[in-house]
């Protein structure tokens, strides 16, 4: 384990202009802050862990070693977990389901998705029943179904019914079917004065066969097509997190994020106002965590979960 200065000093007027709200007392004053630095990252504080998911609990379909038994014992110590994820074209019962799968037990509402992030952010927006347009996958249409969205997809190649001219709001996430007509529509919606979300803005992400197009390269066309900026719902946009925390009450003090990536995980959990715990079991080696800076500065980094499990438990 390295303990590091904490970049909280650095990023509390950030903090405060992003989100005074989830600031929590302790930690707004500059003295207490000055305090909470010298004293170093108070890790036995922590009552909630929300988890990334992909280099953090699982690797592709294998769970990382000591993860699921690391994540039971913070459990049967009386502490919360969650997890976190831009992958938006899953379910949050998928994830619950594959997270089972591995031998993790949990309720599937504490698997945080940018599809559910983006629900609770359009049932804050809009009165339901709104209308959304959607490119993207299965993950954004129960999500949205599930707050009581009319959600129309495709184009009308697919059926799409050409009376609709209008929607309260497009959102936008990775959709494998993307094509010119959705791209079409999508402007045709936005530049009507529809809102525009974007779950997140991963540019790419990694498969067996290498890297391929994420959200984000759809979303950069959109925006393009619309001229308009997207409300950006994911890491390492801080509004996931936010919302989060509102939703499950969690105090900014005593809650944080265990990421492996710097410029996703710990700048999110930093913009959102809550420490962050880098662990090196996925893209990011200690070698390159212990040079960051700023917001990309992890407040403390573990080799992996057993080791961050023993520190926070103290055994
Ligand atoms: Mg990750």
């Known amino acids: 384990m390295v303990f590091l200065p904490s970049p909280m000093t650095h990023n509390l007027a950030v903090q405060i202009m992003l989100n005074s709200f989830y600031m929590n007392d302790d930690i707004k004053s500059n003295n207490q802050a000055a305090e909470f630095n010298q004293s170093g990252f108070n890790l036995r504080a922590l009552d909630n862990f929300i988890f990334d998911l992909d280099g953090v609990i699982w690797r592709g379909n294998t769970a990382i070693e000591g993860a699921v038994e690391s994540v039971a014992r913070l459990r049967a110590a009386g502490k919360r977990c969650f997890y976190c994820t831009n992958n938006s074209s899953r379910t949050q019962s998928d994830f619950a389901t594959r997270l089972k799968a591995i031998g993790l037990e949990m309720e599937k509402q504490h698997v945080i998705t940018s599809s559910s992030a983006t629900a609770l952010y359009l049932a804050d927006q809009f009165k339901a029943p709104f209308s959304a347009y959607v490119i993207g996958g299965e993950g954004i249409v129960t999500a949205l179904q599930s707050i009581g969205a009319q959600v129309f997809t495709g184009s009308e190649a697919d059926g799409f019914p050409s009376d609709t001219t209008a929607v309260d709001c497009v959102v936008v996430g990775i959709d494998r079917a993307f094509t010119y007509d959705k791209l079409r529509l999508a402007q045709h919606f936005i530049l009507k004065g529809a809102g525009f979300i974007a779950t997140n803005r991963d540019a790419t992400f990694p498969t067996e066969n290498g890297v391929v197009p994420g959200a984000g390269s759809l979303v950069a066309s959109v925006e393009t097509a619309s001229g308009v900026h997207p409300v950006e719902i994911g890491k390492p946009q801080p509004l996931m997190l936010q ?73």
């Open 243 to 315: 919302l989060a925390l509102e939703q499950f009450h969690l105090p900014a003090a005593t809650t944080v994020m265990v990421g492996d990536r710097l410029d996703t995980d710990i700048a999110c959990a930093h913009r959102a106002g809550i420490p962050a715990l880098l662990v090196t079991t996925g893209v990011t080696t200690m070698a390159v965590a212990l040079e960051a800076t700023g917001e990309y500065k992890p407040d403390a980094i573990f080799e992996n979960l057993p080791a961050m499990c023993h520190a926070v438990l103290g055994d």
